[in-house]
């Protein structure tokens, strides 16, 4: 069955720069969430989009912004990156308002931030 | 805010062993649903809970839904070393308009040699 899929797997940025990362959603779910994920820790919530329009919003930084395409992929953008912000970035699909939808993960990005 | 009060935080346990993890919340959750996540990885669902008393099984894996709706636990029986890793709860709010969901801190399952 087809899974989240995020891209890339590992990223490599300088303190300052920016990054894009990208999430794929299972066919036919409308609904996006980002989670941010620190060494032993669990995931923190940062955003989540439902019909390409933001549904929530958590821990996010002013720094980050992210949006939901008309093909339901989405794209979380990291500007002026700090040294904190190196994390495992998971994303995260599920059919809202079925009822019996539950997230289902991708791999996730690592971030490393040097 | 809401929060998961999920325990125990880690467990050391033997190969064969028996395992129980549980979750509890102030809030009442309409879905529960349990993670595993090995290093590196994303989180893998490895059983979504509906209803209140539902009691569902997937292997080894056995997990409830409280009656309450407040509450779940996760079994795992006869543990094999590819067990190990980190188990996290969540509770779903699932409406028309979106859902919500709050994890737990996450159980870490060692095994001992």
């Known amino acids: 069955a087809a899974g989240v899929i995020q891209s890339p797997r590992h990223l490599i940025k300088e303190k300052r720069e920016t990054a894009t990362l990208k999430c794929y959603p299972i066919?036919?779910?409308?609904?996006v969430y980002w989670y941010q994920q620190g060494p032993g820790q669990d995931p923190q919530f940062l955003i989540s989009f439902y019909e390409k329009m933001q549904s929530d919003k958590g821990s996010i930084p002013d720094r980050f912004s992210a949006q939901q395409f008309s093909d339901y992929h989405s794209e979380l953008n990291m500007s002026s990156l700090e040294l904190g912000d190196s994390a495992l970035y998971f994303c995260?699909?599920?059919?809202?308002?079925?009822?019996?939808?539950?997230?289902?993960f991708g791999n996730g990005t690592r971030l490393t931030v040097t | 805010g809401q929060q998961l009060n999920q325990s125990p935080q880690s467990m050391f346990i033997q190969e064969g062993e028996d395992v129980s993890m549980n979750c509890t919340s102030s809030?009442?959750?309409?879905?529960w649903l349990w993670y595993k996540q090995d290093p590196g990885e994303g989180p893998v669902l490895l059983i979504a809970?509906?209803?209140?008393?539902e009691l569902t099984s997937n292997g080894r894996l056995t997990a409830q839904f409280g009656i309450t709706r407040k509450d779940s636990f996760l079994n795992i029986s006869a543990s094999i070393p590819s067990d190990v890793g980190i188990y996290f709860c969540?509770?779903?709010?699932?409406?028309?308009?979106?859902?919500?969901?709050?994890f737990g801190k996450g159980t870490r399952l060692h095994i001992l040699p």
């Open positions: 809030s009442i959750f309409n879905t």
């Open positions: 995260a699909s599920s059919a809202t308002g079925t009822g019996d939808s539950p997230l289902h």
């Open positions: 066919p036919r779910h409308d609904t």
């Open positions: 809970l509906y209803k209140a008393g």
């Open positions: 969540a509770g779903q709010w699932v409406s028309n308009r979106d859902d919500k969901i709050i």
